[in-house]
């Protein structure tokens, strides 16, 4: 069976600071994929990035930077410099059969001015 | 503007009633899906739609219908058999190529009274 567990259900950071997503799977398949997203107020979820399990490079796209670790079966997403707008609900999600997702809970991160 | 449109944004409707949320796309994409999500959860699979005219249930599809007709579009019924209908609903679509991307229209928030 598959399970993506994110512990942390709130952060609450001030503004400047980094903060980092814990993200944690299971899975039996030898090929995954692995995404975040992010649900702001809105609620509309944003697609952020798609990480495939041979591919174990970390990925850094402007304040944003993505930790993959196989051996730990982790996908942790760090946000540098955090800003008010980051303030969101951020769901890790694990590819299965078919294309459809298993989601996380959710970690929300409050950024605060 | 290509994207996915959900309307309404808020439902309101009486216990025992049955209720369509819309789902349409404008992305050319084969597969479409639709979420349920509670607060504090994250998203759990309804039913899914590789292709045109065929479908699949997904982890909770208990009390909910759809049908595709049209590659652009989802519908997904909540009837009164539906213990619990009050959520938030997404919708969602992507290329159908394994483990691509899902992109998620606005949401549509329904209360069942």
């Known amino acids: 069976a598959q399970k993506v567990t994110q512990a942390q259900t709130e952060i609450s950071v001030v503004e400047k600071e980094d903060v980092t997503l814990d993200c944690v799977y299971e899975?039996?398949?030898?090929?995954?994929?692995l995404f975040w997203y992010k649900q702001p107020p809105s609620g509309e979820l944003v697609f952020l990035i798609r990480?495939?399990?041979?591919?174990?490079q970390n990925e850094i796209s402007g304040r944003y930077s993505w930790n993959f670790q196989k051996s730990t079966s982790s996908f942790n997403f760090t946000i540098t410099a955090s800003q008010v707008v980051d303030s969101a609900v951020y769901f890790c999600a694990l590819s299965r059969r078919y294309s459809t997702l298993t989601f996380g809970k959710g970690t929300m991160l409050l950024v605060s001015p | 503007d290509g994207g996915i449109t959900q309307s309404p944004k808020y439902l309101f409707r009486k216990e025992g009633q049955n209720v369509t949320l819309s789902c349409e796309q404008n992305l050319n994409h084969d597969a479409m899906y639709w979420y349920r999500q509670d607060p504090g959860q994250g998203l759990r699979l309804i039913y899914y739609s590789q292709i045109v005219n065929d479908f699949q249930k997904g982890d909770i599809a208990e009390g909910y219908s759809v049908s595709r007709e049209k590659k652009e579009s989802f519908p997904l019924t909540v009837t009164s058999a539906q213990k619990n209908p009050t959520a938030f609903y997404l919708c969602?679509?992507?290329?159908?190529?394994?483990?691509?991307?899902?992109?998620f229209g606005p949401g549509t928030r329904l209360t069942v009274l």
């Open positions: 990480r495939n399990s041979f591919d174990e």
């Open positions: 969602a679509s992507s290329s159908g190529r394994a483990h691509n991307e899902q992109f």
């Open positions: 899975t039996r398949d030898t090929t995954y994929y």
